[in-house]
């Protein structure tokens, strides 16, 4: 599969690394994270790392055939822009793409509480198929550490890609 793994907003970007390395090897990984993310890498195997401003990259257009694209997070400036069209940046560029392309979009909006306009915001995104899954801890995985709680949020999002994981101890 070709995934692609969006930082945007600074609050949470921990949890989109952690995502990123979740993700089995066996997979086409992308990276792209906003400037304001602030996030310095060192060269990972497997991780190809685009720059936000290059909005010409690959994972931009349809015909790259991504499989799988998680914004994590997902700050409420880039959720907004989403859900009206607004492709002024890679990570909206490469959204925009996969809402086109009809491919799993999953944003992990960070803010707390939502306000309204959020959550039509969501509710419209939801609406064209798009995964709105919120860093929120389920009480029933029994966390003890918080590894534990932030395994639990990323094997939720795994998940909803069909990406086979054993980051959290399931319902029984």
Not at 29 to 44: M, W
Request: charged content about 20%; hydrophobic content about 45%.
């Amino acid at each position: 599969m070709k995934i692609v793994v969006a930082i945007s907003g600074a609050s949470g970007a921990n949890l989109g690394l952690k995502l990123l390395k979740a993700i089995p090897d066996s997979n086409e990984k992308h990276l792209v994270a906003t400037d304001h993310a602030k996030i310095v890498l060192d060269k990972e195997e497997n991780i190809v790392l685009h720059k936000n401003n290059e909005i010409w990259a690959s994972i931009a257009s349809g015909s790259f055939k991504v499989d799988v694209m998680f914004i994590v997070p997902c700050s409420m400036n880039t959720l907004a822009k989403i859900s009206v069209g607004i492709a002024d940046n890679l990570i909206t560029r490469a959204a925009s793409v996969m809402i086109k392309e009809q491919k799993k979009l999953i944003l992990a909006p960070r803010e707390l509480p939502f306000s309204p306009i959020a959550l039509e915001n969501m509710l419209k995104l939801s609406r064209l198929g798009v995964v709105i899954s919120p860093p929120i801890l389920g009480y029933y995985a029994k966390s003890n550490s918080l590894e534990d709680v932030e395994n639990f949020i990323i094997g939720k999002w795994l998940d909803s890609a069909n990406i086979e994981n054993n980051l959290y101890e399931r319902w029984k």
